[in-house]
């Protein structure tokens, strides 16, 4: 399968990135094609609906690796109870005939504790596109990022816990994935 991964956030080595690059590489342990789209390295303009903006090399890119994902991660950063506004923008670009009917992964990552308000709401927008929303969602929190910024050891009691349900989020959507693709 083809899995686009989207990081939704506007800084350089945030732990919500690094969060969606663990996951993508165990996507690829399994066999699969990743494609890391980075909000961060690869910004978009402002959505307009008047389309101003809608030829920028940046969302054309966007918007033809979401038209050919079999499966899509989408990964922010928690701000204010919320979503990062560069993921809502790049959202804004997309619409039901990159999403409808694929599995949709959500991630997210928090300097409190962990961020379920984000990732509600990203199911929501992800409802409203027509895609599916993988059973399990993925989220850190405070001390929790040390996993992915320090490593494992960083962690009390080595982070095996969380490594386990990242693992465990990420095999559920890629059978998930599997299923809806019809393999």
Do not use: C
């Not at 959505?47 to 033809?64: F, T």
């Amino acid at each position: 399968m083809k899995v686009t991964i989207l990081t939704g956030s506007n800084r350089d080595s945030a732990t919500s990135t690094r969060l969606a690059v663990h996951v993508g590489q165990l996507i690829s342990k399994k066999g699969h094609s990743v494609l890391l789209h980075d909000l961060f390295q690869t910004p978009l303009p402002f959505y307009s609906p008047d389309e101003i903006g809608h030829d920028h090399a940046a969302v054309q890119q966007l918007q033809q690796a979401m038209r050919e994902a079999d499966a899509i991660v989408l990964a922010s950063p928690e701000y204010h109870g919320s979503i990062s506004g560069v993921l809502k923008n790049a959202l804004d670009f997309l619409g039901q005939d990159h999403f409808r009917g694929k599995a949709v992964l959500s991630l997210s990552s928090s300097g409190g504790a962990v961020g379920t308000s984000s990732l509600q709401q990203l199911q929501a927008i992800v409802r409203n596109l027509h895609g599916i929303n993988s059973p399990e969602w993925i989220s850190i929190g405070g001390a929790q990022r040390n996993l992915l910024a320090d490593g494992l050891a960083a962690y009390e009691g080595g982070g095996h816990e969380i490594h386990d349900r990242i693992h465990r989020s990420t095999l559920a959507f890629l059978e998930l994935a599997s299923l809806v693709k019809g393999g």
